[in-house]
């Protein structure tokens, strides 16, 4: 990258008209220069080179051309939306720093991917929001997080016009067309900057979002609003449209006054900032003339610079940006058809999945079960927190990336919906054959040899494949005799429909009297077992009908047998996370089932070795289950990539046999 003293070098990639607003700006930054401009198009590339002269070198070229080049320190990416996850992406593993035109990514797993892979490039991408540079937007901030207008109650604001046709991108399902992606994006990030200022902070999320609207003849939103809360009790009202045109204004509300944009956005020359407190004259404090910009340019470049990321526009915020976005489209039922349920999803950078390429982190370690003839990994994935196919996608991509290869589901989670998420991302990866699928049925009150035989049937064909690695009965049911079980699994192990089998939250005792079936009547018998287990001890269980081994008489039974034991919440639902306190009872399940002196001791010891290891509690609590005599397999749900990686960490600690002891208070030295 250029010194601090050379100029900034850029690339326009995707010469259209918002690119052309960049261009014409960047000579007003402190010192950026445009150097290059890449396109599907030469011809519309060095058209946009004879209307914007560039710096040396001077390169009109294809997207890859440009990319290559070691004279450019960052590019401007403004193609279509659709078009920019899979450039983002090759421009930072390019080594590129980033300025991506909103929306960043037409959906909130996408753009969880993108703002992933720009952290591990260690290079800056900032989503442009042009408009929050702007010294207007500075000082209403400004004006909010001082009281200037009291408490804040309400944000109204609006970006709507009327394109008086219905063609072109704007108008397409399949370039992510509609106004809430191309202009809502901006009433949508005011309220949430306002909101955070509100609240000393750079952004706040929705707590709730309500929206209706009209999808037009072309299948995308024409008109929409929303009504939003946010912490501290303030609301907002957003319009957006592309076929009614609408004031562009923004009015704040406060508990002592009002303050009035006639011009949010910054598009035109001059901005005034209207503020009526009261009791007090009006005041019309008017906004010198700036290029927005060239602003967020140099936002950028000194981010760049000096090795951070833009406080004002982080990642995590534009993630918060997206998931409210995917919310108001779900609000109208608005959905593409590159995000169906049966949609053939690529991945982020358009290349085929390579397990164990990305290496964030320690290493996945692996372990086998008697009847599976793949790597198991000693992390498994639940499948249960996935919100849509690119959600799914994006998690499931980053997990298999770093040798993650076995996953959690069930016939009950989302009434079947995971099953067709997770067996439509196996068909579009083409990777049965590299994972292990753990599937589960006979969860109460269906929990019969029946109803295991049906339910594996429509497992099976929910996930678009012919058997299942591991089958787990997801519940117990004490008063079938439990040969009736054995028989059953052994039926469809025989048959080829499953590898191995167990169960999930059965008690030792009825797993020993399985496994002595088994053996008497030429049987094979569980091999598996799926119950609470972590370092915390159970006072109780979540749910009913669940099993816990934490106590010591089930610890001493899994080391005996040596069963492979896949724990469910070994974090104890996030008693280790560091939001369990003595004195904080407002979670009542967590106070059910966790909360008690030795819990808290050993809660204080992995806090105390998390320190000296550089890792979270939740590491050691991990760790913790891993280094168990008997073979551990722990479940985990990560919600997002962040959280996902954040639960690897325990794989890269080592525990020794004085530490275990220490940890669950069976010893006071280690």
């Not at 720093?97 to 720009?118: F, I, S, Y």
């Not at 896949?566 to 104890?572: E, F």
Request: aromatic share 8%.
């Amino acid at each position: 990258m250029s010194s601090s003293s050379a100029p900034f070098r850029w690339a326009v990639l995707g010469p259209g008209g918002i690119a052309r607003r960049f261009a014409t700006q960047l000579p007003s930054s402190h010192d950026g220069v445009l150097v290059a401009v890449g396109s599907s198009s030469p011809e519309r590339a060095r058209t946009f080179a004879e209307e914007f002269p560039l710096e040396q070198p001077a390169l009109v070229g294809t997207y890859e051309e440009v990319l290559a080049s070691d004279e450019v320190d960052a590019v401007y990416v403004s193609t279509v939306h659709t078009g920019h996850a899979q450039l983002v992406a090759a421009a930072l593993e390019a080594g590129k720093h980033v300025l991506c035109e909103k929306p960043m990514t037409p959906n909130a797993g996408t753009t969880m991917a993108l703002t992933d892979l720009a952290a591990r490039s260690g290079r800056v991408l900032l989503e442009a929001y042009m408009y929050r540079f702007h010294p207007q937007t500075v000082k209403v901030l400004e004006l909010v997080a001082e009281g200037a207008i009291g408490e804040i109650l309400h944000i109204d604001a609006s970006f709507s016009f009327d394109t008086r046709g219905r063609t072109g991108r704007l108008f397409d399902p399949a370039t992510a067309g509609g106004g809430i992606l191309d202009v809502g994006c901006y009433p949508l990030s005011y309220a949430r900057f306002v909101a955070g200022a509100a609240q000393g902070a750079a952004f706040a999320d929705p707590l709730s979002l309500r929206g209706r609207g009209t999808l037009g003849e072309t299948g995308v939103d024409e008109w929409a609003g929303a009504q939003l809360t946010f912490p501290g009790g303030i609301t907002a009202s957003l319009r957006t449209g592309t076929r009614l045109a609408d004031p562009q204004s923004a009015t704040i509300t406060g508990a002592r006054g009002v303050i009035r944009l006639a011009d949010p956005w910054t598009l035109g020359e001059a901005q005034v900032i209207e503020l009526d407190v009261v009791g007090e004259d009006p005041r019309r404090l008017e906004i010198p003339s700036a290029a927005p910009y060239a602003l967020e340019a140099d936002a950028l470049a000194r981010a760049a610079r000096e090795g951070g990321a833009v406080p004002e526009l982080s990642g995590e915020n534009s993630l918060g940006q997206a998931r409210a976005l995917d919310r108001w489209r779900e609000e109208i039922a608005l959905r593409y058809p590159f995000e169906a349920d049966d949609a053939d999803v690529p991945t982020l950078t358009g290349r085929p999945l390579v397990a164990g390429s990305v290496q964030v982190g320690p290493a996945m370690t692996y372990g086998s079960i008697p009847g599976i003839d793949k790597q198991v990994s000693r992390l498994v994935m639940g499948c249960d927190n996935q919100l849509n196919l690119t959600h799914a996608s994006a998690m499931f991509d980053a997990f298999f990336e770093i040798g993650g290869t076995t996953f959690d589901t069930a016939y009950i989670y989302g009434g079947g919906h995971i099953e067709k998420l997770f067996g439509q991302w196996v068909r579009n990866r083409g990777v049965r054959e590299d994972v292990v699928v753990i599937t589960k049925g006979a969860h109460t009150p269906h929990c019969d040899p029946e109803s295991i035989t049906r339910q594996l049937e429509e497992s099976l064909e929910r996930q678009g494949t012919d058997y299942a690695d591991m089958y787990m009965m997801h519940r117990d049911n004490p008063e079938i005799p439990v040969g009736e079980f054995v028989d059953v699994m052994d039926e469809h192990l025989r048959a080829g429909r499953i590898r191995a089998y167990g169960g999930s939250n059965w008690t030792p005792a009825r797993v020993d009297e399985a496994n002595a079936y088994a053996r008497a009547n030429g049987r094979t018998g569980f091999s598996i077992l799926s119950n609470h287990f972590g370092l915390a001890e159970a006072l109780d269980v979540p749910w009913a009908g669940c099993v816990h081994a934490t106590d010591a008489e089930s610890k001493a039974w899994l080391e005996d047998r040596g069963i492979a034991l896949l724990p469910w919440s070994s974090q104890a639902r996030g008693f280790f996370t560091g939001r369990a306190r003595p004195e904080d009872r407002s979670d009542a399940e967590l106070v059910r089932c966790y909360y008690s002196d030795e819990n808290f001791e050993r809660l204080a010891r992995a806090e105390a070795l998390g320190a000296e290891r550089g890792v979270p509690a939740t590491a050691i609590a991990l760790a913790f289950v891993l280094h168990q005599k008997f073979p551990t397999f722990p479940l985990f749900g990560p919600r997002s990539i962040a959280e996902m990686r954040s639960s690897t960490l325990g794989l890269g600690v080592e525990l020794t046999e004085a530490e275990l002891a220490w940890l669950d208070l069976r010893s006071e030295s280690r």
